[in-house]
């Protein structure tokens, strides 16, 4: 069976001329803004090709690398997709775009991702405890196999990030609130875009395997104090290498760094009526 190629809807004519030059210093953040004010005013429509970088640029007067950022950025963010040798698309849904929008107001900047991380260590600890007193053998199961393929991953960073969520995921889900899981699923999603500065830290891998066999090994025994309080111990360890990954600048030139990412996700301010 031939597969169908993809529908693409080109790139809007004339946005380049909506787009005015950027006259602010932080033009990774304005590039970023500017890009969403047209999304949320319906002048760029889902499956939409945005222009070239080089365009782009030129349009509002920046450098192509400011240009870059803001474009990595709303990537991570899950608003636009970038298609290796295809180009930047906008992605659909843009009927879950306004309340996403509300959401990326958590991403003010620092303080307030310091503030999600001290709100997941209490909640992740919950989850913990109350997962100590749910667990099934099924779903011990499921953690120890999370377990093995964190170790599994070797150095592949991608596999132990991947199977170091299911393994947060699943003990949320083992701990049947379906609450907790959701907004635990949420913080994860906005921290997500430091999840593998944080495994370049050296340390990480080591010492992330030790605190959750600890914690694996209290949900297995039914114990809900050890439980939690291994999880907690885990959650401030994860939390001072999170704040060495945010003091650490970008690997390589011309991706954005921790400063340049903070500014392009500021919140979205709403229009009035």
């Known amino acids: 069976m031939t597969s169908q190629p993809d529908q693409q809807i080109p790139a809007t004519p ?9 006259v602010r210093e932080s033009s990774v953040s304005e590039v970023a803004k500017r890009l969403l004010d047209h999304l949320s005013a319906g002048d760029i429509r889902p499956g939409t090709r945005l222009p070239a970088e080089r365009q782009l640029a030129e349009a509002l007067g920046v450098a192509r690398s400011s240009v870059r950022g803001a474009l990595s950025a709303l990537d991570v963010l899950g608003i636009i997709e ?15 775009f306004l309340p996403r929008a509300i959401n990326w107001g958590l991403m003010l900047g620092q303080p307030r991702t310091q503030d999600l991380v ?3 260590t209490h909640m992740e600890a919950i989850s913990a405890r109350l997962a100590a007193e749910r667990a099934t053998p099924e779903g011990i199961a499921r953690l120890t196999e999370h377990l093995a393929h964190m170790r599994e991953a070797g150095d592949d960073r991608r ?3 991947d199977a170091d969520i299911a393994f947060h995921l699943e003990t949320a889900r083992i701990a049947g609130n379906s609450v907790l899981s959701d907004i635990l699923y949420s913080i994860r999603a906005l921290l997500q875009v430091w999840m593998e500065r944080v495994s370049d830290i050296e340390g990480t891998i080591s010492g992330t395997l030790c605190e959750h066999d600890s914690v694996l090994r209290a949900i297995a025994e039914g114990d809900p104090d050890r439980a939690e309080r291994a999880m907690a ?9 999170l704040r060495a990954a945010m003091a650490t600048p970008a690997a390589e030139a011309g991706e954005p760094g921790a400063g340049d990412v903070y500014d392009a996700i500021e919140p979205v301010m709403l229009p009035e009526d």
Request: hydrophobic residues 35%; glycine residues 10%; proline residues 5%.
């Open 14 to 22: 004339g946005l380049e001329q909506l787009l005015r030059p950027v």
């Open 82 to 96: 970038i298609r290796p040798g295809s180009g930047s698309y906008v992605r659909e849904g843009t009927s879950e």
């Open 118 to 120: 001290e709100v997941r």
């Open 159 to 161: 596999a132990f990030i």
């Open 233 to 241: 111990e885990h959650m401030t360890m994860a939390s001072e290498r």
